[in-house]
Every structure is written in structure tokens, then in C-alpha cells.
């Protein structure tokens, strides 16, 4: 099936230093998001990107669709501590239909922020 | 964020046993999914549903069943459980229109 290379696997940075991960495919997908999960809970949508060529911000976060549909990256500036958590990016094949809403998802980026 | 909650959110079960998650939404949503999270694998698709009673099998789907007789209700089942089955399971509900899926705040299901 497809999959998605996320990466990377773990982070540790420092307080208001910036992040920048990345997630690679063989396969083309029309849509491309980027959740965060924090300890116990589900993943929350941060950003949802919809054309190639999108770039898209929200706050601090900063993500763009890749030209050639195989790659998405999430940048995230002045961190703080409460963006530890895991993020996964997640594609989508086509936007229509009965698989709509089926999801590829990456492996996860684990971030530690330290203060 | 959307209404969605999944029971139980802890369950110890034995090997051989059949076990039955629950997912309930309250937006109306037609489209919803069961996901398992396991370490290294991200979250991977096991059943999902495009309406009620129409439901359709995900990456992993072997050893699991699902039924939607009502929009608000999703289960999932583990007709005999096994320790492979050991993970965090999510449920997650969308619309078509122009809204991303929602997640539940997760089972975590132990086989022993």
C-alpha cells in the first residue's frame, strides 16, 4: 500500500528555536494535513493544504504542498513548550466519493521542546 | 471541535475474547473510520463508513468487523482477540464538505 516517509523520527530542540519537518511519498496525493497529537489524546488538525504549490500559515506554523504531489513540510517558528507533542502529516488520493477522508499517515515527528 | 467520544477509553481483555469498541459523533457526520496507532507505524486505516450501513475495509482490516446502523454510532469488533491486537485505537468522523476528520481521544486496548 502507499506510505508516507516522514521525518524526522525525534526532535529536541531548545525554547524559541524554529522546527522543520518533512514528509516524502512515491505516490501522489491530492491533499496533504498536518496533525499534532498531544500525551492521551487524538490528533488535532493543524493545517490543510489542498493545491500543489500551497503554502499555508497558522500562527506559527508554517506548511506547503510539494509542486510534484509527493511531499509536504511543516515549519514551526519560536517554538514554545507547549508544542511538544507528536506530529504526523497525512495524504489523501483523491477528495471524492466513498474514500473520502481515507488517510495515509506518517510514521510521526516526536518534539521535545526544552525551556 | 467536533462531538465524538469513544468507550471505553482503557480495556484489559484476554487472548480469544471478542471485544467491542464504541464510537459516537454528534455533528451528523456521514463519513467515519477506525484507526489503529501502534509505535513506528503512524495511524493506519481499519474499517471506515460512508453512510449507514455502508462500510468498507482499510489497510488492516483482518480479525476486525464493524457496523453502522445509526449516523451517530460506529463499532468496531474484534471477533477473537489477539495480542497482535494490542494498540490505540481512534475513532474519527468527517463530512464531504470541505471538513477534515475529527478524532475521538482514543481506546487503548491491552491482549493479554
Known amino acids: 500500500g502507499q506510505q508516507l516517509n516522514q521525518s524526522p523520527q525525534s526532535m529536541f530542540i531548545q525554547e524559541g528555536e524554529d522546527v522543520s519537518m518533512n514528509c516524502t511519498s512515491s505516490s501522489i496525493f491530492n491533499t496533504w494535513l498536518w496533525y499534532k497529537q498531544d500525551p492521551g489524546e487524538g490528533p488535532v488538525l493543524l493545517i490543510a493544504?489542498?493545491?500543489?504549490?500551497e503554502l499555508t500559515s497558522n500562527g506559527r506554523l508554517t506548511a506547503q504542498f510539494g509542486i510534484t504531489r509527493k511531499d509536504s513540510f511543516l515549519n514551526i517558528s519560536a517554538s514554545i513548550p507547549s508544542d511538544v507533542g507528536i506530529y504526523f502529516c497525512a495524504g489523501r488520493t483523491n477528495a471524492g466519493g466513498t474514500s473520502y477522508g481515507k488517510l495515509t499517515f506518517g510514521q510521526g515527528t516526536i518534539l521535545t521542546v526544552h525551556p | 471541535d467536533a462531538g465524538i467520544t469513544q468507550s471505553p477509553r482503557h480495556k484489559v481483555t484476554e487472548t480469544g475474547t471478542p471485544v467491542t469498541l464504541r464510537c459516537h459523533q454528534t455533528e451528523n457526520h456521514r463519513y467515519m473510520y477506525w484507526y489503529r496507532q501502534d509505535p513506528g507505524h503512524g495511524l493506519r486505516l481499519i474499517h471506515y463508513?460512508?453512510?449507514?450501513?455502508?462500510?468498507d475495509k482499510g489497510e488492516v482490516s483482518d480479525g476486525y468487523s464493524v457496523s453502522r446502523s445509526k449516523t451517530e454510532d460506529f463499532l468496531l469488533t474484534l471477533e477473537s482477540a489477539t495480542s497482535s491486537q494490542t494498540s490505540v485505537y481512534f475513532c474519527?468522523?468527517?463530512?464531504?464538505?470541505?471538513?477534515?476528520?475529527?478524532f475521538g481521544q482514543g481506546t487503548r486496548l491491552t491482549v493479554v
Open positions: 463508513s460512508y453512510g449507514v450501513k455502508d462500510t
Open positions: 493544504l489542498y493545491k500543489a504549490g
Open positions: 474519527a468522523s468527517s463530512n464531504r464538505e470541505n471538513t477534515e476528520a475529527f
